[in-house]
């Protein structure tokens, strides 16, 4: 199964609202990742958080992280259409040297003109 | 944008044949994945590769093998194709060395097993 949940699945809002998705995980990570899927295109890396950081910002991006809930939202702020996308977390997990990149199934954002 | 290839960008093959996917990166990165898209399903993980010759299973690596015997290739082999491996496959790299980073994503390989 999955590393990361995305809740909800889709998310329909006016444009100039905020969209907040939220992602849960099951083991211990170093750091986790939220990726932009534009329909039909590879994914885009959005931002990072390290596993002892709460808070990032990157222009409209916040995100935040509770290891100890073992989850993270995504907040995008005053949205414009070019926000309609796929968004999906990604977790790290390490066996003795080596990492891989897990992703969740992905929250659907459509903006409302 | 990183420089990573896949190739072939869309294939059709027919039921039991093998199947051969290449991802090719210009950007010397230590980490290769190669994922499957299905609707519903996100991303999954089918192998990854963490150096020449270095590589391990996923979360849906049953039916797929891969080989890296350079550090700028990684191939995804499906031995029998078969009509539930139609999907979208992705390959991303990733230079984990000693600190997380992102990863970069080809364009993307449409297959369909008919």
């Known amino acids: 199964s999955q590393q990361g949940e995305e809740d909800p699945q889709a998310l329909s809002i006016q444009e100039g609202e905020n969209a907040t998705m939220n992602c849960s995980y099951k083991?211990?990570?170093?750091?986790l990742q939220w990726y932009r899927q534009n329909s039909g295109r590879g994914l885009v890396h959005l931002i990072l958080?390290?596993?002892?950081?709460r808070e990032k910002h990157s222009g409209r991006l916040r995100v935040t992280l509770d290891t100890s809930k073992k989850s993270s939202s995504l907040l995008i702020t005053a949205s414009r259409a070019a926000d309609t996308a796929s968004y999906f977390c990604a977790t790290d997990e390490w066996y003795s040297s080596a990492s891989k990149i897990i992703f969740g199934s992905g929250t659907r954002l459509s903006i409302r003109p | 944008d990183a420089g990573i290839t896949q190739s072939p960008r869309h294939k059709v093959t027919e039921t039991g044949t093998p199947v051969t996917l290449r991802c090719h990166q210009t950007?010397?990165?230590?980490?290769m994945y190669w994922y499957r898209q299905d609707p519903g399903h996100g991303l999954r993980l089918i192998h990854y590769s963490y150096g020449v010759k270095d590589t391990d299973k996923g979360e849906v690596s049953d039916g797929y093998s891969v080989s890296r015997s350079k550090t700028e290739d990684f191939l995804l082999t499906l031995e029998s194709a078969t009509s539930s491996q139609t999907s979208v496959y992705f390959c991303?790299?990733?230079?984990?060395?000693?600190?997380?980073?992102?990863?970069?994503f080809g364009q993307g390989t449409r297959l369909t097993v008919v």
């Open positions: 950007e010397n990165h230590r980490y």
């Open positions: 991303a790299i990733s230079d984990l060395a000693g600190e997380p980073t992102e990863a970069f």
């Open positions: 958080i390290r596993s002892n950081e």
């Open positions: 083991t211990s990570i170093n750091n």
